[in-house]
């Protein structure tokens, strides 16, 4: 039967054809992989930062998808010459929009060999060491940024990679909706004005009404104002609802506001609110001891993340999550069919990270983690953090120091928030003749409701002199203005 | 006040230290992973496929932080040491668990090139690239599968990247969800008893209730009954409630069971129901012309996702979604923070494909997928899906001919149920001793309350002499059993 099986499907079980590389091709198409890479490394800081192209360009060049396959060669080439034009280099020197992006070499290298490993670590007994090696990674990370230790996975903790902070803030949103045996209609989330789009996202993943989402009023520094929050709740429990969840942020994407999280962290448990604090850019600052004062307050959270793929040389997707009682979180992600059941689970004794996350699988993504720790040690990470905290700081003394800008409020860190005095429209043209130069990428803001841009040192290649570069544009775009306008 | 500032952190500006592999140390070390990972390859067959770790055996040979970086060679080391022990082989040829986690050279090659390059894709203006080449390689897949027409980007449809089957199941309920203007607690979900454990757990997250989960009977096949359906819809209507999603599979993860897709088109249709429809291990199967009936009906789906980290040689993450009505989707989860605003989403020209997905940021994830099309090309992906096949149907047929072993179900195409007949004892001495051999690793489930081996077929590397040589192993394991009994 399978020998006409095989003849009706046209296939012949004894060909000998095969498509896959031969580890030679596989080492000489890497070797040139690895070349490709360091070139484009090397010579990232000449490329036009923002990519120029426009709505279709790139797929008016896409062919069709062949028959036979092609040769590697063939692929690189249109690398070079249909991709290339289509990127914004977020690894430039130069860049300095939104939150850095970081990547490094080791970093890299834990990507590549993560992808030749091609494991799975939804279970611990999937692959062990990619769940112990997390964990042991993680509880390191608690200690390198002085991290409170109820976040240990030796005490009812626990931290996990996530793929991002949003991802971070939802999961933990779910917890706290799990704790509160009610009715989802009436459950209420509070965060401020200032706090990141992925709260509001993950209001309305998690099914919570979005008119019971509160975004409170700030103070002058943009962080949230504390009895703006305790008025608030106090409304909702005389209006029937039941507070659920506090979403604190530590390092705003807008400017950096460091919300209150002692007195926060007060209100919260006087409430039976889930505290969740989200430091996804700033908290690598942490790895250095004079800036550990940004966690001040942590103790009290139920959960905190932060972002080793922006600010700590490490390849996206990589956002370290804690929680205090790693239980709630079980409790509100795990499901257990019985094609995934197992000894070890069973056992009680090891982690399983699929219930602490959204999806199934999961790569090996403690691999770069690791990688870039030993590289780089404590010593080296804590380098690159004082250098852009130091040079963010300098960039502030200039505009200050500058008759047309001002600086909309004092950088904690290493973002810069400031504005020519002369309005929104002549910001916006500074901008858009900048980012279009190719010469920088910068990102702006409004605050207060008046455009705002954003200086964002923490590029792992940034030295000071791209910095000074940036700022020469910056005010060079500003005279050339003044003296049209 | 900077030259104070630089003093008081400690951080001397003028530095000239660097932490930074040099591009000549990058080269070096990238050869040598290059090499690292030829050479696991090449040996992988040779090592047991699942690990014999204990709990916390790994854990207990990692060191603390490093204050200072190591050296390359010191991590490449330990990875040898003290990570390959706590590996299980998902590359091995002798992996038949669960499904397949497919790797290969030019995905391999892919990944790493996305990691070299470290760009977002959130935004089409964060990097044009990396969203136009998505859409146009999902565009392809449309093509190469014979899906419906409705599911290309130039209809009203179109597809993206997501990292799993379970967040594609879970935007596809979020979008269902948003289109029913009702009362969350009212909102039913249907699926059958076979399901994957993803969909009670998007019921989970997008805050329905689980005792509005359906779990509906399925006939001889394992497939969904469509008059099951039928008529919980009819009671749910009756009762008061909103009949919302329904979510039919091609290929459960169980029994690889196909559900009635046109009968269950008609249905979805009739009562305003979202059809999801998710063949994430079987849906590669359509590259080739003959199996593309699996398919059958797909046209009145409203969603649906295949992964091509499981049969089609791509590594994970690489679930490829389509949706009907993109606008639907983006309904869901669109949130335009002022952040993130710029002239190419305001023109409405462009895909966001941040508002297609849970997170906000995104990897370069299409350059793998090119990369694994354009080496094999159509006719190189075709092989592997019928080799995988014949090879299935080959093995079926040795289970069939042997006295103690039964056939659970015929097997459409590369996963073959089966059991010794002498009851669930022995199919689980058989199992714990097949994988503590290490040549082999199978995986069990449940399929009429009876203890099921699974054997999978699907690895890139799997010949037709595994196959073989683990049949022999199971066969000798009941001879051996037999004897002892």
Known sequence: MIQSFARIIG??????????????????????????????????????VLSQAEPGDIRAKLQDAPQRGESFEAILKDLDEIIMPGLTHWQSP???????TGISAPSILGELISAGLGVQGMLWATTPACTELESHI?????????????????????GVIQDSASSATLVALLAAREQKIADINKLVVYTSTQAHSSIEKAVKIAGLRRENLRLLE????????????????????????????????????SSNAI?????????????K?????????????????????????????????????????????????????????????????????????DSGKVIDYRDWQIPLGRRFRSLKLWFVIRHYGIEGLQHYVRKHVA??????????????????????????????KGGDRINQVILNNLNSSGKLYLTSTKLDQKLTLR???????????????????????????????
């Open 11 to 48: 296939f012949e079980m004894e060909s000998q054809q095969d498509y896959h590389m031969s580890p030679e091709e596989f080492r000489r198409w890497g070797y040139q992989a690895i070349n490709w890479i360091a070139n484009y490394l090397e010579n990232v800081e000449n490329l036009p």
């Open 94 to 100: 130069n860049f300095f929009a939104f939150f850095p």
């Open 138 to 158: 993680l509880d390191w990370l608690v200690d390198m940024l002085g991290l409170p230790e109820q976040f240990l996975s030796s005490q009812a903790g626990g």
């Open 218 to 253: 700030v103070d002058t520094n943009y962080a949230m104002r504390t009895s703006a929050l305790q008025e608030c709740i106090k409304a909702d429990i005389q209006a029937g609802l039941i507070p659920c969840f506090l979403a604190a942020t530590v390092g705003t994407t």
């Open 259 to 271: 919300d209150p999280i002692p007195q926060l962290g007060e209100i919260a448990q006087k409430y």
């Open 273 to 345: 609110i889930w505290l969740h604090v989200d430091a996804a850019m700033s908290g690598t600052a942490a790895l250095c001891p004079e800036f550990r004062w940004i966690h001040q307050g942590l103790e009290q959270a139920d959960s905190y993340c932060f972002n080793p793929h922006k600010w700590m040389m490490t390849n996206f997707d990589c956002t370290c999550f804690y929680v205090r009682d790693r239980a709630s979180l079980i409790q509100a992600l795990s499901i257990m069919p019985e094609f995934l059941k197992n000894q070890a689970s």
């Open 391 to 420: 040079l963010a700081q300098e960039f502030a003394e200039w505009v200050k120091s500058h008759a047309s800008f001002e600086l909309v409020v004092n950088p904690p860190l290493n973002l810069v928030c400031f504005r020519h």
């Open 455 to 485: 200086m964002s040192i923490g590029q792992a290649t940034t030295e000071r002199i791209n910095v000074e570069q940036a700022w020469k544009l910056i005010c060079s775009q500003a005279d050339s203005l003044s003296k049209t306008v």
